[in-house]
């Protein structure tokens, strides 16, 4: 199929729309500056991916924020670090201030015009209020782990979102599903045979930061390096380049 031959675009939004990672290290800094010797970035992320994914598992449905405060404080305990629950608890509401990567919300605007919208997020509903502002798009519906009791790659979070979209007539050959995440999202999208398409936000770093490495690596329908050249790549499609 062409772009434009989709009608629905699904969306991770945190490593894809919104930089989570960036938002993790300067977050994390009130911890990271006392290690000694210091870790690399992508030490840190790979440590608090594993950790994260871990105590998702454990704990469904916990809600994101509440869920990273225990990340953070797992952290802490990994390094020989004391913390107090306070410091926790700020983390876990520092999501209110990662910033978006910053061709999201012209990629999105543009998109707009051509696809409904959706997002489908290991996040909760007043966290992700203060990543749409910074996106400055409404979206056409919104599926959280706060929604679903659980996070991805859990299938249950993917029935629940195309359940309801088939619900409103939204046909699952029509959606194309958009992430960054091999983990969360490319290998259960592909499991299930749901189009899929691979911002590689990470394609000048190596490893796979804050999420964790998929058993095996999934089949993806595009690849494209940022949401700005998948925007692009449905204009040339358009004007026929």
Not at 73 to 82: F, M, V, Y
Not at 85 to 106: H, K, M, N, V
Request: with cysteine; hydrophobic share 45%.
């Amino acid at each position: 199929m062409k772009l434009s031959d989709f009608k629905v675009l699904t969306f991770d939004c945190y490593g894809t729309l919104i930089d989570w990672e960036s938002g993790m290290i300067a977050a994390l800094t009130p911890l990271t500056e006392r290690l000694r010797p210091a870790l690399s970035r992508n030490a840190i992320l790979e440590a608090h991916g594993r950790i994260e994914a871990a105590q998702q598992l454990a704990t469904p449905a916990k809600r994101y924020a509440e869920l990273l405060a225990v990340v953070y404080k797992r952290l802490a305990e990994h390094w020989g670090l004391a913390v107090s629950w306070q410091e926790c608890l700020t983390y876990g509401r520092s999501i209110a201030d990662w910033p978006a990567f910053p061709d999201s919300a012209e990629a999105l605007r543009y998109l707009k015009q051509h696809y409904k919208l959706v997002i489908l997020s290991n996040v909760d509903n007043e966290s992700f209020a203060h990543s749409n502002a910074r996106l400055g798009v409404a979206f056409d519906a919104v599926y959280t782990a706060a929604d679903i009791g659980s996070y991805k790659p859990a299938m249950r979070n993917f029935e629940y979102m195309l359940a309801d979209l088939g619900a409103r007539d939204i046909e699952r050959s029509s959606i194309l599903h958009v992430a960054e995440s091999l983990f969360h999202d490319h290998v259960p999208a592909s499991s299930i045979g749901l189009a899929s398409c691979w911002i590689h936000r990470r394609h000048g770093d190596e490893g796979f930061g804050a999420t964790r490495p998929p058993a095996t690596l999934p089949k993806t329908d595009y690849r494209y390096e940022s949401m700005a050249a998948l925007a692009a790549a449905h204009a040339a499609e358009l004007s026929g380049n």
